[in-house]
């Protein structure tokens, strides 16, 4: 194997390379926060760099004469980067959304704990979800897809060829759009069973007032919902194949779209 410091021109495609890469790493979920230190981030980006350089095809004539044009080589691979971490994050996002909508159904709003991968504030059920499902994103291998998407990325949109001639709008829209109907296919159960319980102890406050309602529901509706949010969740994550299958044709059809 050839290694990538030879000429100037292998050490721009290193360098091209490396960029691609490290964006996608470093706004990877859970990779990109700061659990994960710094001096790691970079280890691994580089090391990814080293075994993706040699097989990267890369014609020199490409390269750019100025600095401008450099500048625009840089900044097309970072979105490329950027574009291809965006849609693993929606992945993630989604089930978080259903888990939050459900911790907001159930009384948890401001039951909200420290997440340490976003730096902010989040339900304990979104937060809970999350990591249940990177637990099963790695053991269906969803991290293999990845990293076989990523060396696929440089077939299909090689170094500097970024192409904007379409919009990558509606294959992002349908994402989207995905990802809002997850998020509800995860709360929507919940929410039902939590809306009907909800009143059924209007009901019981109206025919019986003596009774303290408040009091009542709350565990009730609290151990309601996690029932039905589990429920849910594990048919969800039962069908994560299938997830992840559909998850990998997105990034293929985004990644045409750009190489065209």
């Avoid at 292998?10 to 390379?17: K, S, T, Y």
């Avoid at 040699?54 to 097309?76: A, H, R, Y």
């Avoid at 809970?128 to 990325?153: D, P």
Wanted: aromatic share 12%; hydrophobic share 60%; with cysteine.
């Amino acid at each position: 194997m050839n290694f990538p410091f030879l000429d100037m021109n292998e050490m721009a495609v290193f360098a091209l390379i490396l960029i691609r890469v490290s964006v996608i790493l470093f706004m990877f979920p859970v990779f990109g926060s700061n659990l994960i230190p710094l001096p790691v981030k970079a280890g691994l980006s580089l090391l990814l760099t080293l075994y993706l350089t040699p097989i990267v095809q890369v014609n020199p004539q490409s390269f750019p004469d100025t600095v401008l044009e450099g500048g625009v080589m840089i900044l097309c691979e970072a979105v490329m980067g950027l574009t291809l971490s965006l849609i693993v994050s929606f992945f993630f996002a989604a089930v978080q959304v259903g888990g939050q909508l459900v911790g907001y159904q159930m009384g948890f709003a401001i039951a909200n704990v420290f997440d340490p991968v976003s730096g902010g504030q989040m339900s304990i059920l979104s937060n809970f979800a999350f990591w249940v499902t990177l637990v099963l994103f790695i053991v269906l291998n969803g991290h293999h897809i990845f990293i076989r998407a990523v060396a696929h990325s440089f077939e299909i949109v090689p170094v500097g060829h970024l192409y904007a001639g379409r919009s990558i709008m509606p294959s992002m829209i349908k994402l989207s759009t995905d990802m809002f109907t997850l998020s509800l296919q995860i709360a929507g159960p919940a929410i039902v069973a939590l809306l009907l319980v909800n009143a059924a102890f209007g009901i019981v406050a109206k025919v019986v007032p003596q009774i303290n309602i408040l009091i009542v529901a709350f565990p009730i509706n609290v151990g309601m919902g996690l029932f039905f949010f589990g429920v849910s969740l594990q048919l969800i994550l039962a069908s994560m194949k299938a997830h992840l299958d559909e998850w990998e044709r997105v990034l293929h059809s985004i990644m045409t779209v750009f190489g065209a």
